[in-house]
Structures are given as structure tokens and as C-alpha cells.
């Protein structure tokens, strides 16, 4: 069905056969005219057509409770069970919307129906995934010898039972303790068994199929996202909470429910959730983390250019749930009527205990179900979760025709009314300040509006000599010329007008130098068009601060924001600006960015782990030239963002594969046979701004049988095109550039080899064919992506090659000839501090012949991949005196941080003298070992 002003009439046309009652065909017409969906539904299940038409009927039909569809269907009839499902949810939301078009229910009595419907197609449905693996697989039983349920709980709005109309439904899976099926075929551990059916689970409520879907089922609110195990135990999940649980785990579990309720387990599991979710004392905490919520959500908006959405905007509908769940988190933990799933519940709870003002919950109330009734109206017109009002004319008019509602203007006024009412009070629960009044610079405004020549406005800079003065004031010019080139428009000039004033007395304040002032302009350039961007610098001084300084002290920094503005969003807090994070807090942030991504939308993932790998990069490089991060530290930092950033890539790249072509033999998702391992800079714990990734791909496939999927493959081949998959997801070049160049030539016989390889046979190549220069890449080698099973493999595969017995002469003369081949290609410049004598390749180079020369007689010098903790086992092996270990530490650190500071800021890298120092120490020891 075509969906296009006259999509109303065609479905009209196909129901012309079923016999009408006198004046019905206008009712009809109303009917099709507001909803796609709707006419989609009443064409599929004519049978429903006279039940819509009649109004007492369609109340009838609304207040009887749902039943199990699948009462009466053969367990092992898929096919049937998956229409069932999907015929009954299109049947029950047609009616519940047509009682919202004839106005027969209120919006409360809507969302609870919406509601209490997906809960009874969630239970049909695992009532049915439990019974077929209980069929196949046996019972699981609890401590009391009872059958053992998965319980399921149902998160957001589903979990309050105020759904939407067309929603995902965010799940997570648990079951009491851990046993084994008893009574079936073979003996399942419970963790299997509950995967089973959780897995069966989803497919019955996601899969598309002719008849539709049930529910777009979304698992990423689980304990480690989708990285981690599908069904926990409680137990396991205790822990998490525990240890690891974030401040945004606590807003989500806040509406958490438990959905097929068995009581015992039910409470035993809401008990364990309960010290997490509220604290014993006034939690304030929940404020600030609330702010660090709105601002991911307004970066967002940002980003995606997101205009009239009534849910994620200001004054949306998440506005509403941040006030009431952000007071909940507050006392709930001392008050318990506060602990409550339901916002409107909630919000009752908040006036008896004088948290908000009757005056105040019932505005609340009022808004939040008005903005819930339009979003309602919304998703029911082409059954999709949008919060978007609609720009186009016709999408407007079956927004009106659901709501009944004739006026446009009078709607989108109510709507933004309501809205700026939300924002006001969400302002005052976090205690928002407004910027302040920025004062009127006139100087700033003279100079960007006046059409005097540069040299008369340079006067009006009494603080810079002439010189400076007036390559400012061409610099703003030039700037102003810009402005009038492109479609900057009435707000984008008004912001401009404002923030060029406020910049250039920062500028003047912070005594910067005026080559600032070009830099920052740069990064105006590129945001001039987008409003937005101009609004957060304005209305927020200290990201605008931050700015100036980040440009002041460096060049790099100001090209990265110029190039990619949406990292402006990471200079509105300058706390969390310079405050980096560890390994665990990286995949937690990431987690945090895909969350608000759908997961089959591939471009918006690639932007997003983009934007994500960016933002982070940016937090080091103010960190580090702030001087808040050591040198050794930033490298760190760089690596464990590439380890975190290309692991979700190979699930990204794993989770499309297996999704096409099925998983390979002996492969699993918890195990899937694949590696990569890290060489270079990445292997060494030392990347770089800007290095590229050495990376190896090995698998343990030895199969030449297909995969499982409805397109099976070779399932070695199907290891080369997950490879394959894994470089184009990180190489492509998309809006936010490229991920991480990534380099594969250190695999066996380069270029010309498997992108993909058999550890054996990589192990085979290292120990038969294998230039020496090859062994000394594999000192700097880690495997950073990959099961236990094949990390154990890898260590003892690299252990064997390097502590091999090697001639000393042999190895000596290898190593020389290398290192003068390298001169000879890329040249042996006084200032190239890599290649020249005395520089970080020899340097490496002399790790690299002490772990292969000694390896076999000192375990130690091939323990770590990174040269500072060779060198320390070196000098504990007595191969290297304390005074030389030392002097090749620090020559590797400035060195190093050479490398660092001429990215960041070229002004400030080491001196001349201390340069020639540090190469001199190296050059030293290496004539010592290599006479």
C-alpha cells in the first residue's frame, strides 16, 4: 500500500466488498484517513471491520483482558505460532486505537491497555519458547525440586505499564541458580537451557514476517550490553550491580518489572535490585547524574539534527521521567511508597511526601499525558516509534484526524506550550543556571559589523601592537566575508553578533596570541550553518573557554574540532574534559553511545563508534597537554581506546556475518574461534595520536564443512570475509572520517597471504619461514580480541618462537642488516628522531635482539610487549647495567613524547640539546651490542 495522499482510498477500495450500514462509509473514511496502520490491519483481518464501526462494540471489545493466543496451537508449529502472535497484536493496538480516535478511553486507560497486551504476548510467548526446550532438552529445577522459571524483566515504560503504541521493548533475561535440565535427551546446564529459550523468545516477538512484528525487542540494557551473556543468573547479576552497575543502570532499573511473575523469585529478585536502584541515605548524587543524562541526550539531538520531538527535546516527555525519577532516586531509599515503576504513581507518591506541590504534580501530570496522548497519535498512524512531529502537510493532517483535532496552529502552539511548562520545572529540580547576560563588548561588535579599513579598526586594539592588530581585524574581515558568502541565516547571524565579542575578550584576557583567534574563527566556519552549535557556545561560557584554550594550545586540537564540531559537546563540562578514564569506563562509555543507536541502522553505528573514538581521543589530548596525563599514560590511554573501540567492531562485523551466513563449525558466539592480535605501537602498549593499527587476523576453524545459516559458506572462507568485514567497518571513510587505519602486511607472506589464518599454520610459518625481523615484530605482539581458549594458544605459540636458541653472531648480523635497510629506504636525517642513529628505532631494535637473544635462558624479557618493562627484566637479567636501563628509559620517554607533542603542538616538543642527548645515550648502547 502506497503511502501517499490517497493511501486511504486504496485500502477504501479493498474493503468496497464488505457490506456497510447506512452512513458507515464516512465513519470508514475518517478511520483510513488517520492511520496507515489501521488500514493495513482492517485489509489483513477484514473480520474487523464492522467491530470498528461500531463504537459500543469496540468498548466491549477493549475492556476484556487479553488471553493466550497460543492456547490451542501445536508447540512445534513455528509458522502458526508466529502469525498467532502477530495477528492478535495488530487485532488488539486497531482496536485500542480506534477507541483513541473516537475518544472512548483516556490516555491512562490507553497505556495501561497497551501495556497489559504486551505483557500477555511476552508470556504467551515464553510460556511457549519454555515448553518447546523442556520438550527437547528436559526441566530445569530450583532448590525446592519446582520447575525453575526465566523471569523477564520488562525496562522503561513497559516495566511502569504506560507503553507506548508502537515501542521497542527493552528486556533482560534471569533465572534463580545455576543445575542442570533433568528429564530430556542430554542434561543442559541452566545457562543454556535459558538462552535457549530466551533466543526463542526473541525471534517469536522481533522476527518480520508476512503478518508483521510483535515487538522490536531490544537486549542492549543487559549486564555488558550485547557483549555480554544473553540470560544471567542472579547471582551473576548481583554482581554486576555490585561491582560494575553504572549511574545510568540505576535510572533504568528504577521502572524495571518483573513480567511473568512467580512470586517467590519475583520478590527474591526485586530484593537483590532494591540496595542498588536506592540508597539508604538522600541520594543528591542522582542530580548530577542526571545532567551527564540530558547532556548525551542534547548532544544527540544535536548531532542527528533532531527538531520537534517531543520526547527527547526540551520539555519532552523524557523531561518528565528525569524530574519524577530523579526525586525517586533521591528519597526512595528511604521512603518507600517512592519506589514505584509508574511515573503517575510516582508522582502521587512525590506530593504526599512534599517532594512537588499538588499545584505542581498536576501540571506534571497533565503535560506528561498530553505529550503521551500525542505520541500515541503518532505511532499509530504507520505503527513506528517516532516522537517527530511531523513536517510535511499530509503527515499533519493524520496527526489532527487520530487526535480528532481540526487546527494545526492550535496544536503545535499547545505542544509547545506544554512543553516550555516541563522545561521550567526540570530547570528547577537539577537547579539549572542560565549563562549569565554576556556584557556588551562594543569594541568586538564594532569590529565585526564596521566597514573601516583594517588599519583604522586596528586603533580600537589598544592592547596589541600594530602588527597584530590589524592581522586580527583582517582575520575578522575575512570571517565576516564568509558569513555573507553562505546561508547563515537570521539566527545563525544573531549568535555570531553575540559570540565574536565574548570571544575576542577572552582572547584579550587570557593574553593569547592573536594566531588564536584564526584557529577558533576555523572552527566557527565550519559550525556557522548549524545553529545549534553556536547556541551551546553562547549559552554556555566555559565550553566557549575551553575552546580558546584548546586552540591556544594547539594547533592539532583546533583542526579536530574544526573538522569535527560534534566534539564541541565534550567541552561543556571542563571537569569531565580532563578527566580520562580506565579501560572499563572506555566500554562503558561506548556501551552508553550505542545504546541510542538502533541496531540495524549500520551508517549511524559507523558514525557513532566514530564520534565516540574522537570524543575520547580528544579527553586524552587535553588531558595530556594539560599535563593532567604522563606520557606513558597518554600511550595507555590510546591503546586501551583502540583494544575497546575495535573489539566492538569484530562484534559488529560477527554479528552480521553470523546473521547472514550462520555460525561457522565448532564456532559459538562466546567463543568464536577468531582472533586479532596487535603488532607495532598497538602490540607495545604505545600508540600514538593518529598511528595506524598492525593488526593479524588467526582463526581455529579446521572444518571445511559450511556454516549453519540460510546462506551456509566454507567456514574458513566464512573467517576471511569476517576479516574483510572487520577492515571495511573500521577503515571506511564516512562523515567522521576514518576509524583507525589499519595495516595487515605483518601477517604471513604479507600482502600475498590469507587476510585470515589457521593459528597453526601462522605458528608453522613463525617457526619454519620466518625472517628474523618477523620474530622481532613478534616481541611487540598482543592478542587483544579473543576467547581464553585461543589467548592461551597465542602466549604459548609466541613464547615457543621467541625463546628458540638462535646463533648470536647470526642474530647480531640480522639485526644490523635490517636497521641499515630501514636507514637506507626512508633516509637517516639529524632530526628524524625515529630513523636516525640513535633514535626509536634502534632503540627498539635493541629490546627486540635482547628478548630474542636471551629469551631462552630469562622467561622474563618476553613477559610484556612494551619496551620500558623489557628493558626493566633486561637490567634484572644482568644483560643491561641500572645506568644504561635508565638513561634508555628516559631517551625512549622523551623521545616518544617528542612524537606526542609535534601532533599537539609542534612549539612546545623538547629542545635541540636534549634531543641530541637522548639519541646519544641510545647510540651508545647500541655500538656496545652491535661493535
Known amino acids: 500500500m502506497t503511502q501517499t495522499n490517497d493511501y486511504w482510498q486504496e485500502a477504501f477500495a479493498q474493503l468496497q466488498g464488505t457490506e456497510l450500514a447506512p452512513g458507515s462509509q464516512q465513519q470508514l473514511t475518517a478511520l483510513l484517513k488517520a492511520s496507515l496502520f489501521l488500514g493495513r490491519t482492517l485489509c489483513q ?24 493466543p497460543l492456547s490451542r496451537i501445536e508447540l512445534t508449529d513455528e509458522v502458526a505460532i508466529f502469525s498467532k502472535l502477530r495477528r492478535y497484536r495488530n487485532r488488539a493496538l486497531a482496536l485500542l486505537l480506534t477507541a483513541d480516535i473516537y475518544q472512548l478511553q483516556t490516555t491512562e486507560q490507553g497505556l495501561a491497555r497497551v501495556s497489559a497486551l504486551a505483557d500477555c504476548l511476552i508470556n504467551s510467548a515464553y510460556h511457549w519458547a519454555y515448553q518447546l526446550q523442556q520438550q527437547q532438552n528436559g526441566t530445569p529445577y530450583d532448590a525446592h525440586d519446582k520447575p525453575m522459571p526465566m523471569l523477564i524483566l520488562g525496562m522503561g515504560k513497559l516495566g511502569g505499564a504506560e ?38 523468545l526473541i525471534a517469536a516477538l522481533h522476527q518480520a514476517t508476512a503478518d508483521g512484528f510483535v515487538y522490536r525487542v531490544d537486549m542492549r540494557l543487559r549486564p555488558f550490553g550485547d557483549s555480554g551473556p544473553l540470560v544471567l543468573s542472579f547471582a551473576a547479576l548481583e554482581d554486576y550491580y555490585q561491582e560494575q552497575g553504572r549511574d545510568w543502570e540505576r535510572y533504568a532499573l528504577l521502572k524495571a518489572r518483573v513480567l511473568n511473575p512467580d512470586q517467590q523469585h519475583a520478590a527474591e529478585l526485586q530484593q537483590l535490585l532494591k540496595p542498588f536502584i536506592y540508597r539508604r541515605y538522600i541520594d543528591f548524587s542522582a542530580i548530577e547524574s542526571l545532567r551527564r543524562m540530558k547532556q548525551l541526550i542534547e548532544q544527540e539531538n544535536r548531532r542527528r539534527n533532531r527538531v520537534d520531538n517531543i520526547k527527547l527535546g526540551a520539555g519532552g516527555i523524557r523531561e518528565v521521567e528525569f524530574v519524577v525519577q530523579t526525586l525517586q532516586l533521591i528519597r526512595g531509599g528511604r521512603i518507600p511508597q517512592l519506589q514505584q515503576q509508574s511515573l503517575l504513581k510516582a508522582l502521587q507518591g512525590l506530593v504526599e511526601h ?15 499525558l498530553f505529550l503521551r496522548k500525542v505520541e500515541q497519535a503518532l505511532q499509530g498512524i504507520d505503527d513506528k516509534q517516532t516522537q517527530t512531529l511531523p513536517a510535511d502537510p499530509s503527515g499533519r493532517a493524520q496527526l489532527l484526524a487520530t487526535l ?18 516541563v522545561h521550567q520545572q526540570f530547570k528547577l529540580v537539577i537547579d539549572h543556571e542560565d549563562s549569565p547576560e ?18 583604522d579598526l586596528a586603533e580600537q586594539l589598544e592592547w596589541l601592537d600594530t602588527a597584530s592588530a590589524i592581522a586580527l581585524v583582517t582575520d575578522l574581515q575575512a570571517f565576516r566575508q564568509d558569513c555573507q558568502k553562505r546561508s547563515v541565516g537570521p539566527r545563525g547571524h544573531e549568535f555570531l553578533s553575540k559570540l565574536v565579542p565574548v570571544l575576542l575578550h577572552l582572547i584579550q584576557t587570557e593574553q593569547a596570541d592573536t594566531l588564536v583567534l ?34 591556544t594550545q594547539s594547533g592539532w586540537l583546533a583542526e579536530q574540532l574544526a573538522r569535527y564540531p560534534m566534539l564541541l559537546d565534550e567541552l561543556i563540562d571542563p571537569e569531565q574534559l580532563y578527566r580520562v578514564a580506565d579501560k572499563a569506563d572506555y566500554q562503558d562509555r561506548l556501551r552508553q553511545y550505542l545504546l541510542r543507536v538502533p541496531e540495524d541502522d549500520l551508517e549511524l553505528l559507523m558514525e557513532i563508534l566514530r564520534q565516540y573514538k574522537q570524543a575520547q581521543q580528544l579527553r586524552i589530548a587535553a588531558a595530556d597537554i594539560s599535563g593532567a596525563l604522563p606520557l606513558m599514560q597518554v600511550s595507555d590511554h590510546l591503546t586501551w581506546l583502540a583494544e575497546v573501540v575495535m573489539e566492538q567492531v569484530v562484534a559488529l562485523a560477527w554479528q552480521q556475518m553470523t546473521a547472514r551466513y550462520g555460525l561457522p563449525v565448532g564456532a559459538t558466539d562466546a567463543d568464536r574461534g577468531f582472533a586479532v592480535v596487535a603488532y607495532g605501537k598497538m602490540g607495545g602498549l604505545e600508540l600514538g595520536y593518529g598511528s595506524d593499527l598492525d593488526l593479524v587476523f588467526l582463526h581455529q576453524c579446521d572444518s571445511l564443512d559450511s ?25 571506511t571513510r564516512t562523515n567522521s572520517g576514518v576509524l583507525y587505519e589499519i595495516d595487515t602486511r605483518l601477517r604471513p607472506s604479507g600482502n600475498s597471504g590469507l587476510l585470515a589464518i589457521h593459528i597453526d599454520t601462522y605458528f608453522q610459518y613463525l617457526q619454519q619461514e620466518a625472517w628474523t625481523w618477523e620474530r622481532q615484530a613478534l616481541v611487540r605482539t598482543r592478542l587483544i580480541i579473543g576467547s581464553e581458549r585461543m589467548m592461551s594458544c597465542f602466549w604459548k605459540i609466541r613464547a615457543d618462537i621467541i625463546q628458540q636458541q638462535r646463533d648470536p653472531l647470526q642474530l647480531r648480523n640480522d639485526v644490523t642488516a635490517m636497521r641499515q635497510k630501514l636507514r637506507t629506504h626512508h633516509g637517516s636525517a639529524d632530526d628524524d628522531v625515529k630513523y636516525s642513529a640513535g633514535g626509536i628505532v634502534d632503540l627498539e631494535f635493541i629490546s627486540q635482539y635482547l628478548v630474542l637473544a636471551h629469551g631462552h635462558s630469562y622467561p622474563a624479557l618476553y613477559r610484556y610487549s612494551d619496551n620500558i618493562r623489557i628493558l626493566d627484566a633486561a637490567g634484572e637479567a644482568g644483560l ?29 616538543v623538547p629542545t635541540e640539546s636534549r634531543l641530541a642527548d637522548a639519541r646519544s645515550a641510545v647510540h651508545q648502547v647500541w655500538q656496545i651490542l652491535f661493535p
Open 45 to 68: 483481518q477484514p473480520e474487523l471491520l464492522q467491530l470498528v464501526l461500531d463504537k459500543d462494540a469496540v468498548v466491549q471489545a477493549i475492556s476484556q483482558p487479553c488471553h493466550d
Open 163 to 200: 507503553l507506548n503504541f508502537s515501542s521497542d521493548i527493552d528486556l533482560i533475561f534471569t533465572y534463580p541458580g545455576h543445575g542442570e535440565t533433568r528429564g530430556g535427551r542430554r542434561a543442559l546446564e541452566h545457562q543454556q537451557f535459558f538462552t535457549k529459550v530466551g533466543q526463542k
Open 354 to 368: 512534599e517532594m512537588l506541590t499538588p499545584d505542581q504534580a498536576a501540571e506534571l501530570k497533565s503535560d506528561y
Open 404 to 421: 480528532n483535532i481540526a487546527d494545526w496552529p492550535a496544536l503545535h502552539q499547545q505542544i509547545v506550550d506544554t512543553m516550555a511548562r
Open 438 to 455: 554576556q556584557e556588551e563588548l562594543g569594541v568586538g561588535r564594532l569590529l565585526l559589523g564596521s566597514q573601516l579599513a583594517a588599519a
Open 518 to 551: 584564526g584557529r577558533v574563527l576555523g572552527v566557527f566556519r565550519q559550525i556557522m550553518t548549524r545553529t545549534a552549535y553556536l547556541e551551546l557556545l553562547y549559552e554556555n561560557p566555559p565550553a566557549l573557554q575551553q575552546l580558546v584554550k584548546l586552540c
Open 707 to 731: 556454516t549453519s545459516g540460510d546462506k551456509p559458506i566454507d567456514s574458513r572462507q566464512f573467517y576471511l570475509k569476517l576479516a574483510q568485514r572487520v577492515l571495511h567497518l573500521a577503515t
Open 880 to 908: 643491561l647495567s641500572a645506568e644504561q636501563v635508565t638513561a634508555l628509559q628516559q631517551a625512549y620517554q622523551l623521545l616518544r613524547g617528542w612524537g606526542h607533542r609535534l601532533t599537539l603542538a609542534p612549539a612546545r
